[in-house]
């Protein structure tokens, strides 16, 4: 009798463990799975090869929640395709009414007027200036998510590139009163980079700084190819920093500002494999780019 209950037991014992060996390699199995459908842009579905009745009714489960994301994801990639395209159309229209409105004003100008006149006539050459300077970086921003124009990576010196823009900005700068602090390594840094790529999201960092620094810039290379461009800015906060990437964001102290200059900075960065990020410790804000090494071998 003895034996036979060691029997029956070793038997449950067997089929118990059985039963949960087959349960984790069925958990495995559904992760491993899982994880798949989410990384790849696929319709199939999740499949499992175990017979229990709760295992697969949770990957039914499953199923029908990738169903709903696959459903909200097309949405939202059509939804962002004819922003896009609406972008591009409206920056597009706008330009030629926009460029025979600076040629009709620059006849007004040549004109007899009053004062006062004149004065209003500034100010809307100076709104018209704004409107178009912001119809061209819709265009442009509009171009850089849509992935127009490849890229054509090449050696760039992070060094040259960066004294070039700043050298560029340096007149702006300094008549603001900003003496920026530009600090290269002793050691080249080169990166394969879209040159006229890095130049515009160079150009975009320091028209950046023009706007929210306080009189003062530091701009900081390393051997590791990263870029911190940090200023005083004691009027922004944690959450408008956090927002500075965001299309269409603008800090209310920044008037003639898109709000798709840093967008368009992250948007070709990313495109170049790098990575751009802003952190704000008061009273400095610090944007930091980097273009990490290619892996070596």
Partial sequence: MA???CAILAVTVLALGLYIWSMRRAARQLVRELSEKLSE???????LSTADREMRRLAAALNRELRILRRERLRCRQGDRELKDAVTNVSHDLRTPLTAICGYLEL?????????ARRYLGYISERTEAMKSLTEELFRYSVVLSGAGELAPEPVDLTSALEES??????ALTARGISPEIRTPAVRVIRTL??????????NLFSNALKYSDGDLVVTL???GEMTFSNTAVGLDPVQVGRLFDRFFSVEAARDATGLGLSIARA????????????????????????????EG
């Fill in 3 to 5: 034996y036979a209950l």
């Fill in 41 to 47: 842009d696929t319709n199939t579905l999740i499949s």
């Fill in 108 to 116: 007004l100008e040549r004109e007899d007027m009053g004062p006062d």
């Fill in 166 to 171: 700043a050298a560029g900005f340096y007149a």
């Fill in 194 to 203: 879209d040159r006229a790529a890095l130049s515009r999201v160079l150009s």
């Fill in 222 to 224: 390393t051997e590791k």
């Fill in 268 to 295: 070709l960065t990313e495109r170049m494999g790098g990575v751009i990020t802003a952190e704000y410790d008061a009273p400095r804000l610090t944007v930091r780019l980097c273009f990490p090494a290619p892996p």
